[in-house]
């Protein structure tokens, strides 16, 4: 998509302009400008780009009145320095990413016409010695106290062999308690641009869980059945791309057809693995790093469970049905500008393994 200028006298898209009737007054200049504080464009951006930075999404529409006057006041109140306690070291201004902080008279301040590009990350106020700089938008008892490294690499590494994908649980289920913790230990996860862009499904309830498998069965059925005839095959290719279409044939296929035999012969479960938690993490497709952001946030999830006792495993079958189904993204809650990018199941493991296994990369080179 070709980028998206905003001169004044710019045809605005339907729904774009939200609560904004008069274009000029927001944007006084000719120029590539930001019509919520007056702040030149480095670059030109994409009409995607635009709804997200203006708050909004092609689907909801544009920005509102009142989401101008928020943006407006935090600019205005981007930072708050005591003067008497800043060590005017620069510390604050050197870690900004952005460069959004300045000295002046060897003091912190904030650049003006930087200060819409703030993205929030908090790292002026974390790394301030004698906090001395505060951000309203990021309110103080959000910020905690760092703890020093509780352990060294070989520590760490003997942590992450543990973990290791686990497909047999226990018959319990697991406490609520317990997925709280892991849910506040994935949040920690890094991500494209703050805030956070990924939502958490978590199904836990029996009832629930057999629904989504008879889903599962159902779609991955008649998928299986479109690859068994030429034209169905054709069609498939041509919706799926030939990528995805070699990983359907080559892989999934085959995948789908013993689950579901296995299903149909005794009830036997080989796409959750009767695991009494699946988590699916969706995001909003015009965020930044969607997809990276909801697969870091599993990962973190993943190792989180390790490290309370749980056995779990990424499972790649669930969130394509999920995520087309529109029975299961309205039983799930799921806006239909969201992605379902991937899937976490977790339990009591019923076995632990008494041996990590050594595995390489597939490659490694140096320039």
């Avoid at 060897?106 to 200060?115: L, S």
């Avoid at 490294?149 to 520590?155: A, D, H, M, T």
Wanted: proline content about 6%; aromatic content about 8%; overall charge negative.
């Amino acid at each position: 998509m070709p980028p998206l200028l905003v001169p004044v006298s710019i045809s605005v898209p339907d729904g774009l302009g939200g609560g904004i009737s008069n274009w000029e007054e927001i944007n006084p200049s000719a120029t590539i400008r930001d019509p919520i504080v007056g702040a030149g464009f480095i670059r030109p951006i994409s009409l995607d780009q635009w709804y997200l930075f203006c708050g909004g999404s092609p689907q909801k529409g544009g920005i509102t009145d009142r989401q101008i006057e928020e943006r407006r006041k935090m600019t205005e109140q981007l930072h708050l320095v005591d003067l008497e306690t800043c060590l005017g070291d620069g510390i604050c201004a050197d870690v900004c990413p952005e460069n959004c902080l300045e000295m002046n008279d060897e003091k912190a301040a904030t650049v003006e016409d930087r200060a819409d590009h703030c993205i929030l990350c908090g790292q002026c106020v974390a790394v301030c010695p004698t906090e001395s700089l505060q951000m309203p938008e990021l309110p103080a008892e959000d910020f905690r106290d760092l703890a020093k490294l509780p352990f060294g690499y070989v520590e760490f590494l003997d942590f992450l062999k543990l973990r290791r994908s686990v497909r047999v649980f226990k018959d319990k289920p697991v406490e609520r308690e317990l997925i709280e913790k892991i849910l506040e230990a994935a949040s920690t996860a890094p991500m494209g641009m703050p805030p956070h862009s990924t939502e958490v499904v978590v199904i836990d309830e029996r009832e629930e869980l057999d629904i989504l498998l008879e889903e599962l069965v159902k779609d991955y059925s008649s998928m299986v059945k479109a690859f068994s005839n030429p034209i169905g095959r054709a069609i498939v290719r041509l919706s799926a791309g030939a990528e995805d279409f070699a990983v359907l044939k080559d892989y999934i296929v085959d995948l789908a057809r013993y689950a579901n035999e296995a299903y149909h012969r005794d009830g036997t479960d080989r796409y959750m693995y009767k695991a009494p938690v699946v988590m699916l993490f969706h995001g909003n497709r015009w965020a930044m790093s969607y997809e990276e952001n909801a697969h870091l946030i599993c990962n973190y999830a993943m190792l989180a469970a390790v490290s309370l006792g749980l056995g779990n495993t990424i499972i790649g079958l669930i969130p394509p049905i999920v995520d087309r189904s529109k029975v299961l993204r309205e039983r799930y809650g799921i806006p239909k500008e969201n992605k379902v990018c991937t899937s976490l199941i977790l339990g009591y493991p019923k076995y632990r393994f008494k041996k990590s296994i050594h595995r390489d990369l597939a490659d490694v080179q140096y320039h």
